[in-house]
């Protein structure tokens, strides 16, 4: 896979679960990196260790402040544009805050990419812009209505980001992700994911909760194939390439009593009595769709993507690093 190195690369919202994984992958290949974080998700313990690296530079700013985005983006090459406010639920509860991070966050990071002449802005895009749509496998170019405030926000940055390439000539990418976990993401609060929730009840020997039957399903993606597509759009340079968006993700599907019963059976190599904890089944929860499947053909055609992680595998590294971590 063809690196990026030696360059100048702002991350944003590189102190969360996915920034800070690409901010420590990038810091191996004698790249600059510039994490911009305002610590409303993102973790200080993500980004730590890497405080006292001499190529790593931390800006505590907020991509709602214009002047924050220009300075962070000054003298950078790229920029990987992880901040956001994610959360299906949350963007139910608060709107207005989803807006105001998601869109206006987002037009300042293009303003400030466009002014900085930025060589290519990679984004953080999402599988719930496919909304309604019951196709299956979920391809770039057939979209539905989105079910929620958050899918309409990250619909509108796709849209953003077209007319930035043909007003401006910026560059973009947007990667649609499904359903990211691994190491790092953050057990805690009340819109923490579904994975590292589920792991955390388990160790704690509290019965996971799920949303219905437990028959939906997910694209679970592990992080190390995200870090690959983020790496694999930076560098592409075949303009069919550019200014379009992919799924990124594995390209299977995985029921919820799948993953519960996977993790029980990996998570009981360090704690055996985790094999017999119940689950309890709950409602479904308003905004969510029934199944998602993603079409990775796209990618692996013009980035020459190769995801190196199956969901099970992933599975294993994740419960390994939260046993150890978080236990």
């Given at each position: 896979m063809k690196q990026i190195e030696n360059s100048t690369i702002l991350v944003t919202g590189g102190a969360g679960f996915i920034g800070s994984n690409l901010c420590e992958y990038l810091l191996q290949y004698n790249n600059k990196v510039v994490c911009l974080d305002n610590f409303a998700t993102g973790r200080t313990v993500n980004i730590q260790h890497l405080?006292?690296?001499p190529n790593f530079t931390l800006i505590v700013g907020d991509i709602r402040n214009l002047?924050?985005?220009?300075?962070?983006?000054?003298?950078?090459?790229?920029?990987?544009?992880?901040?956001?406010?994610?959360?299906?639920?949350?963007?139910?509860?608060?709107?207005?805050?989803t807006n105001d991070v998601n869109v206006s966050g987002f037009l300042n990071m293009l303003v400030a990419a466009r002014d900085a002449k930025i060589?290519?802005?990679?984004?953080?895009?999402?599988?719930?812009?496919?909304?309604?749509?019951?196709?299956?496998?979920?391809?770039?170019?057939?979209?539905?209505?989105?079910?929620?405030?958050?899918?309409?926000?990250?619909?509108?940055?796709?849209?953003?980001?077209?007319?930035?390439?043909?007003?401006?000539?910026?560059?973009?990418?947007?990667?649609?992700?499904?359903?990211?976990?691994?190491?790092?993401?953050?057990?805690?609060g009340a819109y923490a994911a579904v994975i590292p929730k589920f792991v955390m009840q388990l160790m704690d020997?509290?019965?996971?909760?799920?949303?219905?039957?437990?028959?939906?399903?997910?694209?679970?993606?592990?992080?190390?194939?995200?870090?690959?597509?983020?790496?694999?759009?930076?560098?592409?340079?075949?303009p069919e390439a550019m200014n379009t968006v992919y799924n990124t993700a594995y390209g299977d599907r995985t029921t919820l009593n799948d993953l519960i019963a996977s993790l029980k059976k990996y998570l009981s190599d360090f704690d055996p009595k985790i094999a017999t904890i119940e689950t309890i089944y709950g409602?479904?929860?308003?905004?969510?769709?029934?199944?998602?499947?993603?079409?990775?053909?796209?990618?692996?055609?013009?980035?020459?993507?190769?995801?190196?992680?199956?969901?099970?595998?992933?599975?294993?590294?994740?419960?390994?690093w939260y046993w150890e971590n978080l236990k």
């Open positions: 405080l006292s690296h002047s924050d985005c220009h300075k962070a983006a000054t003298g950078a090459d790229y920029i990987l544009h992880q901040a956001a406010l994610g959360s299906v639920p949350r963007s139910i509860n608060d709107p207005i805050t060589k290519k802005m990679v984004y953080a895009a999402s599988s719930s812009t496919y909304g309604d749509s019951e196709s299956l496998p979920k391809v770039e170019d057939v979209i539905g209505k989105p079910l929620s405030p958050y899918a309409i926000t990250k619909y509108v940055n796709e849209l953003y980001a077209t007319i930035f390439q043909r007003t401006y000539g910026l560059n973009t990418i947007g990667l649609r992700y499904f359903n990211v976990f691994g190491r790092k993401q953050d057990p805690n020997h509290q019965s996971p909760v799920i949303n219905g039957d437990g028959n939906y399903s997910r694209d679970f993606t592990y992080i190390d194939n995200v870090i690959q597509m983020n790496v694999l759009a930076m560098a592409a340079e075949n409602p479904n929860r308003v905004g969510d769709i029934p199944h998602s499947l993603a079409s990775i053909d796209k990618a692996k055609n013009l980035l020459g993507y190769q995801p190196q992680f199956s969901m099970q595998q992933g599975l294993k590294e994740a419960v390994a």
